[in-house]
């Protein structure tokens, strides 16, 4: 992310344009979204959702590059990347891009993921001209500019950014630990997407260039615009900004595949807290897997609201815990299965993941009961139509399907697949993942190991790299 | 290219011609917008329930959607005691713990079955019910609040379990320098005498008993302070009279509040009270002294003025300390407003090796609002464009008109308040600018909260000499000198 959240908050209203067409007979089970996609002669696939609730538009641009593209020792370069498309370009020159988004009223951000680059911006409807213009210069022009001082600035921002998310907050360090020990370390999903603080310092001016000249081109890009506009104003637009460029190298993608562990590895980590915690993390599947639809209903049973299993028996009956989460995770080619229990005072993390293990076996066994499943979809079921409902998050929903799935509207039977989950796929997906090979890992305060979950068992883990 | 070209360029590019659709795309200029969409703010209907809650009904029925809320004036600042803090908040959370036919658990999945959460919460000086739902399960989900709102059974096991969550969530709080900096912040700029200034304590949190939840919900919960708003896929007679059917149960009662408050401290000299944070990385800081109440005549000229300061990307403060310096994640600025003496704070994470360098910055730049640095007429049509043109956003979706029609409530202002914005930023003068940031950002009287590795930054903090340091606890208790 290229804005702190401080700046979201700092809006005088947050509040994006909404359009949620949906059928009247909710069993139907179809979102009506309208949206054409389509790809110009030069590759570039482009996405066109008209929405005229409010005279706003979102537009996103995304880049299918993220952190698995890149190499070990060249970590964090897809998001550091990221900053640098913030710093200008042939024709826009630093600033600009700001005044012209966030200074009509609108905001611009850019996120990274394993797996693809977005970058977005809302503006009125009167501004979608120029943020295509904005997208197509640092698309077509971004090398103009560039200087080794605009990419350093980056370089501390960055690591600020990895300070402020990572090492300076309590309990920071997980992701990064689950990464590196759920892949081998020849997987590209083996490290995290901030990277590390060596590998950044490392990044150069020519990284920059050959990244830029491999992955930021018309034909590994997503154009998806959504809102106040009219496709026929918008088709020439797109076509008279991105067009002329080239397409780009063909990209060879590196192979992510879902990962597997034969045996339980336990870890224990010293944090600057006072609370402990347990984390534990099964290897599941990634969006290529329908499996994952029932591993997210299985999250939505397991724990949340206080008619979940594990929250139910844990925090509310037997209070040994204070919170617990659940959460499938589905990266692009591969996923993963998380619980985070924080325990009460004086309870052990030993009993708690005992108590744990017991409620999942009950579950594996006798699967969950169908009104279980009725009112994990319902939630579910408020919380995609609420995606899909800004402009911002319609236009990232599509062109993520366009991306993913080469097809723009997969959310329908995305939508559709999550409703009918049963039962019987609850109780196989969670067999079939929720194994003994998985990482069950303890974060103590320091010096105190022993507060770890079978404190014997778990091996103390070591950070390579700051 | 200066990092600052972009303030030069600007205005080319609003007066820049607009280009033709055909022939060559010139890139060197930014494309000319075009009109500026007209605002469009939706209609609402006024009314008072047959128990005195008032009442807001807007229509919009592109999409089968309800947002609905019953908003409280006044929140844990007027109504928890010094010694309880977090009562308020106590008592919004025990209300989702069942009812007198529903235990908690019921209440729970009677909801998730309609696919809804109902939301209560209060804040410092207001309180909420709200859900969001499909439009034909309006009706069941109306039902159930009623029932929470009004036969709430406040089991005492629920208390404790609650109690026992935000203890934990208290000692978390320690570990986290962002919690530790909004804890001592409030604490020094107020003092232990003003509500603005109290935090809630592992004190407080265990003196709170389930007769004290009871005796808040029967005073706080009530009629005579309340706005229902429902915005969205009904009819609006057809809302009313499902909503009166529905509240009968909720008798007559209460008033909206007077906020008075306690004078707050005499304004010291500017201190830096630094708390302990060993090895952090980072040091948090925030900055800042008492500000004025959202009524002041001011608000207008302090938007805009904020805005340049620290309340955009490209604001003085992130400009310089993040883009420029790259000393931070992000920096920035506000205005808490409130019906008090809201706090004007800024501050962010700044690299711990930095910390002096940036302490220098931030006062420069708070200096440099004040007139030391002159403001452009690029950076103040900058901040106004940005300000008013956000409007529409406000009403694109059911959820953000129902906040836009309550803010109206309870700030005090009146129905055209939308309408008038766009002219009350427009009229904001340069010299307004300076003259509110000479009277509100008072550089001689500022708490400046550093939470940082003291060991590596105590000494260069000394050494910029912008205050002298004191030492205070993770709580906001300083040192004895």
Known sequence: MRNTAAFLVLAFAAAVATLVAQSSQPKSSTLQIPFESYALPNGLRVVLAPNNTSPTVAVTVWYHVGSKNEAKGKTGFAHLFEHVMFTGSGHVPYGVHDRLTEGVGGSNNGTTSRDRTMYFETIPSNYLETALWLESDRMGFLLDTLDIQKLDAQRDIVKNERRQSMDNQPYGLVDEIVSNTLYPAAHPYSWDVIGSMTDLTAASETDVKEFFKRYYAPANAIVSIAGDFQPQQAKPLVARYFGEFPRGPAIVRPAAPPVTLDRETRLVYEDRVQVPRLVIVWPTVGRQSDDRFALRVLDQIVAGPRTTRLTKALVYDRQLATSITARQDPDESAGEWRLTITPRPGVSLTDLEAATDAILDTLKAEGPTGEEIQRATAGLELGFVNGLESNLGRSMRLADGLGYDNDAGSFQTEYQKMLAVTPADVKRVANKYLTKGRIVLSVVPIGKKEMASKPSESTPYRRTDQ | ?481
């Open chain 2, 1 to 481: 290219m200066t990092r600052r070209a972009w303030l030069v360029v600007i205005p080319m590019l609003l007066t820049g011609v607009l280009a033709v659709a055909q022939g060559t795309l010139d890139r060197s200029k930014a494309p000319a917008p075009g009109a500026p969409p007209v605002l469009r703010v939706p209609a609402w209907t006024r009314s008072t329930l047959a128990n005195g809650a008032e009442l807001v009904v807007s229509e919009k029925h592109d999409l089968p959607l309800v947002s609905f809320a019953i908003t409280f004036s006044g929140g844990y600042n007027q109504g928890d005691p010094a010694a309880r803090r977090g009562l308020a908040d106590m008592t919004a959370s025990m209300m989702s713990e069942g009812t007198q036919t529903r235990n908690g658990d019921a209440l729970a999945a009677a909801l998730q079955l309609l696919g809804t959460t109902v939301t209560i919460r209060i804040a410092g000086e207001t309180g909420t019910i709200a859900f969001q739902c499909i439009a034909g399960k309006f009706p069941a989900t109306l039902d159930i609040v009623a029932d929470m709102l009004v036969n709430p059974s406040f089991p005492q096991d629920a208390l404790e379990r609650l109690r026992s969550q935000r203890l934990v969530a208290l000692t978390q709080a320690r570990d986290q320098p962002g919690a530790i900096a909004s804890r001592v912040f409030p604490r020094l700029v107020y003092g232990d005498a003003h509500p603005y200034g109290q935090n809630v304590t592992e004190a407080t949190l265990k003196a709170i008993t389930r007769d004290d939840v009871v005796a808040f919900h029967r005073g706080y919960f009530r009629p005579g302070q309340a706005l229902v708003t429902v915005v969205g896929d009904v009819n609006a007679a057809a809302a009313k009279t499902a909503i009166e059917k529905t509240l009968t149960a909720w008798p007559r009662g209460g008033e909206r509040p007077t906020f008075q408050y306690p004078a707050v401290p005499a304004s010291r000299a500017t201190t830096i009270f630094l708390a302990d944070k060993p090895g952090a990385a980072q040091s948090t800081f925030a900055i800042g002294t008492t500000g004025p109440p959202r009524s002041t005549p001011d608000y207008y000229a302090l938007q805009v003025m904020n805005t340049m300061l620290g309340g955009m990307f490209q604001s003085r403060l992130n400009a310089n300390i993040r883009e420029e310096k790259g000393y931070s994640y992000g920096v920035g600025s506000s205005f808490a407003y409130g019906k008090g003496p809201g706090a004007f704070r800024a501050g962010g994470d700044i690299v711990a090796a930095k910390s002096d360098a940036a302490l220098i910055e931030f006062m420069k730049e708070l200096r440099g609002i004040r007139g030391e640095r002159p403001i452009t007429d690029e950076e103040l049509s900058t901040a106004k464009d940005a300000l008013t043109q956000r409007l529409p956003a406000t009403f694109a979706s059911a959820q953000s008109i129902n906040t836009a029609i309550v803010s109206l409530w309870t700030q005090g202002l009146p129905d055209d308040y939308y309408q008038q914005y766009a002219a009350q930023i427009g009229a904001v003068q340069r010299e307004d600018v300076v003259r509110v940031a000479r009277q509100y950002v008072d550089v001689d009287h500022l708490v400046i909260v550093i939470v940082g590795d003291r060991s590596t930054i105590e000494g260069p903090l000394r050494a910029t000499h912008v205050a002298p340091i004191t030492m205070t606890d993770i709580e906001g208790t300083p040192a004895e000198p």
